[in-house]
Structure formats: structure tokens, C-alpha cells
């Protein structure tokens, strides 16, 4: 069953990160990657959720949790994206973006972890 999980979490997750890749493609510049960022940093926030409900209060079963965190999280967040699109800004001579890039998503991702974990704790 967990085989199935992860199948069926990393398809959904999968696909709704291309739905928000084409939708801020729709609404931002191609210049920085907001769609990559916004994904990475909700799904930290979520990621941290998850594991207070999961982890430690065990309110779901690991099938679910192998559907959730490991599926449709694995597939909706994305580090490879994300060092490809950071390859591409510095290739093109945009360093500065480059470098903002890197750590608006490390930092904002911890952030949204942290806030996700706290928040959940607090219910």
C-alpha cells in the first residue's frame, strides 16, 4: 500500500506544481522563479504541519503519511528545479538574482517549516 501512496501523493504533486508553475508564469516576469520559490516555501510550511500531526501526534496512518510527505511533497517541492533555475540565473550574468534566490528560499523554507511545526503545535 505505501507503494500506491507514493505513487498517487507524487502524481498529485506533480501536477499541482505545474498548475502553479503555469499560473505564476501567467502573472510574474520570466526573470526570477516564483513559481519554483513559492512552491518550495508552502511546501516547507506544510511539510512542518504534517509532521506535528503525523509525527507526533500519530493522527494519521503512515500510509497516509507516505502519500502526504513523502509523495505528494516530494514531488510538489523541488530542489532540482530549484538548482537548475539558480544555475541559469548566474549563467546568464544575473549573480545578484542568483544569490538573492539561494537565500530567500533557504531562509524563507526554514521559516515556513518552523511556522508550520509552531502553528500546529498550537491547536
Request: hydrophobic share 55%; glycine share 8%.
Amino acid at each position: 500500500m505505501h507503494w500506491l501512496a507514493v505513487a498517487v501523493g507524487g502524481a498529485l504533486g506533480s501536477v499541482t506544481r505545474y498548475a502553479c508553475s503555469v499560473w505564476f508564469f501567467d502573472i510574474s516576469s520570466q526573470k526570477f522563479p516564483y513559481a519554483t520559490l513559492f512552491v518550495n516555501v508552502i511546501g516547507s510550511l506544510v511539510m512542518g504541519i504534517l509532521y506535528v500531526i503525523i509525527i507526533e501526534r500519530v493522527a494519521m496512518s503512515s500510509e497516509m503519511r507516505s502519500l502526504l510527505m513523502v509523495g505528494f511533497l516530494g514531488a510538489f517541492t523541488t530542489f532540482s528545479t530549484f538548482s537548475l533555475d539558480t544555475l541559469r540565473l548566474w549563467q546568464n550574468g544575473d549573480n545578484l538574482i542568483s544569490l538573492i534566490y539561494v537565500i530567500a528560499t533557504i531562509t524563507l523554507c526554514l521559516v515556513g517549516v518552523s511556522v508550520g511545526v509552531w502553528l500546529t503545535r498550537l491547536i
